[in-house]
């Protein structure tokens, strides 16, 4: 292995970009798989419906957010689709998500971006 701070080669990093790839690709293999055979080809959030070719637009969401966790009774997943999917991790990156009951709501926003318009066009008027 290189020491740390030294770049890969493209060599070794097309290789473990492609084995990454691989293990990604057989890990989702597994619990997608099972997930669509427990439930129905319906988005959980939007409610629409994937059969032949779309079904390939419904992913499987972990409600945890961690990968590793896949019980066999598929507790811990959610079908969605591509759009649901990307809208429920965008929500996780913004830090809209609450992790856990009872958490702090972030409060409202209080900047007031036109609080002093009125007094901008009065000033301007008069001169």
């Known amino acids: 292995m290189p020491k740390p701070g030294r770049p890969l080669d493209a060599a070794r990093r097309a290789q473990l970009l492609a084995e990454l790839r691989r293990d990604v690709a057989a890990r989702q293999q597994s619990y997608r798989e099972r997930a669509l055979k427990l439930f129905p080809h319906l988005c959980a959030r939007c409610g629409r419906e994937f059969v032949g070719p779309r079904l390939k637009e419904l992913t499987v969401h972990h409600k945890d957010h961690n990968h590793e966790n896949n019980p066999p009774d598929g507790s811990n997943w959610e079908l969605l689709c591509v759009y649901c999917h990307d809208h429920e991790h965008e929500k996780m990156f913004l830090g ?3 992790a856990a009951a009872g958490d702090e ?3 409202p926003a209080t900047f007031q971006p036109f609080a002093g318009l009125d007094d901008l066009f ?3 008027g008069k001169k």
Do not use: L, S
């Open 96 to 98: 809209r998500h609450t």
């Open 105 to 107: 709501k972030t409060p």
């Open 122 to 124: 009065q000033r301007d």
